[in-house]
């Protein structure tokens, strides 16, 4: 099946854990668009929780890549309002969120940098300023952060 995904020419990733509030940002925004958007049949979508790096790793491998990659998750950047929605490059993540886009064997190799430097590959990262992230399990999101969901999934509509 992960083969297959890699087919099309355009995957959308939504990283998170959703036991841990806003940080399931990316997976509620890859829910939304697959229950109420009807995808042009070129465009993967896939919740990735906190599996990315083995996918970014085996799309780091196959002949068959797409030719743009948005990676939707959240992030702590201060001086941001919980709820905005902006993008990142990936020479901004920020530092706590490189370890997930790395592999921790190779700490110097971070995957996506890699993507974007040796392939044609676009890769954008949309994020969201999560409200808080709970120390102890705790589902669901912030209202600032479920707001943001229809944000994200516009800008992603309105990109492709």
């Not at 099946?1 to 087919?7: P, R, T």
Request: aromatic share 6%; proline share 7%; hydrophobic share 40%.
């Amino acid at each position: 099946m992960m083969h297959d995904l890699f087919d099309k020419s355009v995957l959308i990733f939504g990283c998170g854990n959703i036991l841990f509030g806003d940080d399931g940002f990316g997976p509620a925004v890859v829910s939304r668009l697959q229950e109420h958007y009807l995808l042009p049949p070129e465009v993967g979508v896939m919740n990735v929780g906190t599996s990315i790096r083995d996918i970014l790793f085996n799309l780091a491998l196959s002949e068959k890549r797409p030719s743009r990659l948005i990676i939707v998750d959240a992030v702590d950047e201060s001086g941001k309002p919980p709820g905005e929605v902006f993008e990142i490059s990936v020479d901004e993540i920020p530092l706590k969120k490189t370890a997930d886009f790395s592999l921790h064997q190779f700490p110097t190799v971070n995957i996506l940098k890699e993507l974007k430097d040796h392939t044609n590959m676009d890769i954008c990262i949309l994020v969201a300023q999560v409200d808080s992230i709970p120390e102890e399990v705790s589902p669901g999101l912030s209202p600032s952060m479920e707001t943001a969901i229809n944000t994200a999934c516009e800008r992603i509509i309105n990109s492709l």
